[in-house]
């Protein structure tokens, strides 16, 4: 659903194939991958309503093991096109470079030998809420629309 809007834009296809390892994933034939543990949040949301089994689209930022969501474009349904992250280049390129921050401060966090076990579990606490405000503000998107 998605195709033929952001991630058709030139300035996206760039972003994506420099920095990511882009996959496309049909959860309702195939399932939900089992080595990406990451995807949970949106494997429960997807179980809750049976309507997602008839369109069901999102781009979701995962970290290099799989293990943690950066960020997520939020839904993409035809009629949210005017205030979807997904149907805007701009925007689509921003919730993509918001995502690489987060992730790459996580890996600093974790690596960084300064830092005492609480001080670490309390930045990468604030790091999760935001990631989870990201999430929830992407959708509150796209639902201005509706």
């Not at 290099?64 to 280049?89: K, L, Q």
């Amino acid at each position: 659903m998605m195709e033929g809007s952001s991630l058709s834009d030139e300035r996206v296809i760039e972003k994506v194939n420099a920095e990511f390892v882009a996959l496309r994933l049909n959860v309702t034939d195939e399932g939900w991958p089992e080595d990406l543990p990451g995807l949970a949040l949106w494997e429960s949301a997807f179980e809750k309503d049976w309507r997602h089994r008839f369109g069901f689209a999102t781009s979701i930022v995962l970290g290099p093991s799989g293990a943690s969501a950066f960020g997520t474009s939020g839904s993409g349904y035809r009629w949210e096109w005017d205030t979807a992250i997904n149907y805007h280049g701009d925007r689509y390129l921003a919730f993509l470079e918001g995502s690489l921050d987060r992730c790459r401060r996580a890996a600093r966090l974790q690596s960084d030998e300064t830092l005492s076990d609480a001080e670490r579990a309390a930045a990468l606490a604030r790091l999760k809420a935001e990631i989870v405000a990201q999430a929830v503000e992407a959708n509150k998107r796209g639902r201005k629309s509706r």
